[in-house]
Each structure stands twice: as structure tokens, then as C-alpha cells.
């Protein structure tokens, strides 16, 4: 089993060890994407908040 390693760009004691399947595709571990998909609200709900506050 091949893995990829991803560091952290902020804290370098941070890194995620990712399996790689027999293609060479990246298994992503389900609370991972959980926790990508819920950042990318917060950020997109901020986002439309701030557009509220210009009107």
C-alpha cells in the first residue's frame, strides 16, 4: 500500500498519510472530506454575510 503524504502549509507538525489505491487514485478518509466540505461553508457563509452588509 503506497501513501501520499500532505503537510500543513501553517503548522508543520501537521501532516495527513493518505492510502493510494492500485491506480494511483488518492483514498480520501471520509472525515476528512467532512471536514474540507464543512470549512468551505464556513468560508462561503462569511463570504455572503459580508455582501449583506454593503446593501
Known amino acids: 500500500m503506497t501513501q501520499i503524504i500532505i503537510n500543513s502549509p501553517t503548522d508543520s507538525s501537521l501532516s495527513i498519510m493518505l492510502p ?3 491506480d494511483g487514485s488518492v483514498v480520501f478518509p471520509k472525515w476528512l ?3 474540507l466540505t464543512h ?3 464556513l468560508v462561503s457563509f462569511k463570504k455572503q454575510s459580508k455582501n449583506h ?3
Open 33 to 35: 472530506i467532512d471536514d
Open 39 to 41: 470549512s468551505h461553508r
Open 53 to 55: 452588509q454593503r446593501r
Open 20 to 22: 493510494l489505491n492500485v
